[in-house]
């Protein structure tokens, strides 16, 4: 083993902190560290204290002077591993979607919508990604409702102003129908001041960030898991035992 993978087999072991020279010692004793070095407790010293100024590191230096400890979890790290959890389904979801088929996109797209609260959502006959596809009604609260019509671009480039234009001459004017184009890629500069030129009927533009924080919020594609993780009291233990409580990691 390599220094710091031996250290942490040692002070799993041990079950506490241990001066770099012991854990250096026990290491070549058992045989789990390999080394040609002539000053192993040395390099083992400066690895451990070296590591210890990451922020993921898996040690921490304990009270007394040239010890270390393992690193225990806290509400801030497990937050860490969550923010990381969640970062990464992000990327890989939006990855999915645009290595989705025009027509299956389309699909999705459908299902989102009917989650959303679209109401009689129609699609259009697929037409390779040409034109409307999917019409509905989306209903904001019980006497409200808005007819949308919906376009999905699956594209990997930036969808264009021509795309925006084409789907404001597509809308049902006299219905009072609104325009949604959504991609999993972004939207060109151009494309987004065409959307809200003064004048024309707005259309609203949905990029992959955006759709993947949807997918998200509605569970399409998507599963929830959820975990129980206990903490300490930290305002009753510091009243029943008089005194402030100091985190196990904050050494």
């Known amino acids: 083993m390599q220094f710091k993978d031996a250290a942490y087999q040692i002070l799993k072991e041990a079950g506490k902190p241990l001066h770099y020279s012991e854990l250096t010692d026990l290491a070549l004793n058992k045989g789990i560290l390999e080394t040609a070095g002539q000053t192993p407790h040395a390099t083992m010293g400066a690895l451990l204290y070296t590591d210890t100024l990451k922020e993921n590191s898996r040690f921490k230096r304990g009270d007394e002077k040239g010890t270390f400890a393992l690193q225990t979890a806290s509400p801030k790290g497990i937050q860490q591993q969550i923010d990381s959890i969640q970062k990464q389904v992000r990327q890989d979801l939006r990855k999915h979607l645009l ?17 959303m609260g679209f109401d009689e959502a ?106 129980t993780v206990p903490s300490i009291d930290e305002e009753y233990w510091s009243e029943v035992l008089g005194v402030k409580l100091e985190h196990a990691n904050e050494k």
């Open 99 to 115: 290595k989705m088929h025009p027509q299956k996109f389309e699909e999705l797209i459908r299902s989102l919508l009917e989650e």
């Open 122 to 227: 129609e699609t259009t006959s697929y037409r390779n990604d040409k034109g409307v596809d999917v019409r509905g009604v989306l209903r904001t609260n019980p006497l409200s409702t808005t007819k949308v019509a919906i376009q999905a671009k699956r594209w990997t480039n930036n969808v264009g102003s021509e795309v925006v234009r084409n789907m404001r001459g597509s809308l049902r004017i006299a219905d009072g129908e609104q325009g949604l184009i959504i991609t999993p890629s972004d939207f060109a500069p151009g494309a987004k001041a065409e959307a809200q030129a003064e004048g024309k009927t707005p259309i609203t533009l949905i990029n992959g960030l955006q759709l993947v924080d949807l997918l998200i919020q509605f569970q399409v594609g998507i599963k929830q898991e959820a975990y």
